[in-house]
């Protein structure tokens, strides 16, 4: 199995910044994409950004230019330093990971349990 665990959430100022750090540990033998998504209360959980094993890092319209996300591959880890933070960027952040786990096998998508972020104005 697989587990996602995050860290550096908090409660901060608008205008402030957070980074977020995940590391993915198990029975992994590769990872392919890992990254980001956020929920906020009464809303869908939606992408924030996710980053593949090689090229370019896809984020979402509302944090481009505020976040970016990058990967220490060698540690299986991945963070999203956020910057220029706003209120509405109020949400659960949840770690997500395709990890293969079997020879032969595919990418299984894994998910942490999530780190709460609060933007007060």
């Known amino acids: 199995q697989v587990q996602l665990v995050e860290s550096g959430g908090g409660l901060v100022q608008a205008g402030g910044s957070l980074r977020l750090s995940c590391a993915a540990s198990?029975?992994?033998?590769?990872?392919?994409?890992m990254g980001w998504y956020r929920q906020a209360p009464g809303k869908q959980r939606e992408l924030v950004a996710i980053t593949p094993g090689s090229g370019r890092t896809d984020y979402s319209d509302s944090v481009k230019g505020r976040f970016t996300a990058s990967r220490e591959n060698t540690k299986n880890t991945v963070h999203l330093q956020m910057n220029s933070l706003k209120p509405e960027d109020t949400a659960v952040y949840y770690c997500?990971?395709?990890?293969?786990?079997?020879w032969g096998g595919g990418h299984d998508t894994y998910w942490g349990q999530g780190t709460q972020v609060t933007v007060s104005s």
């Open positions: 198990g029975s992994i033998l590769s990872i392919d994409t």
């Open positions: 997500t990971a395709g990890a293969q786990t079997t």
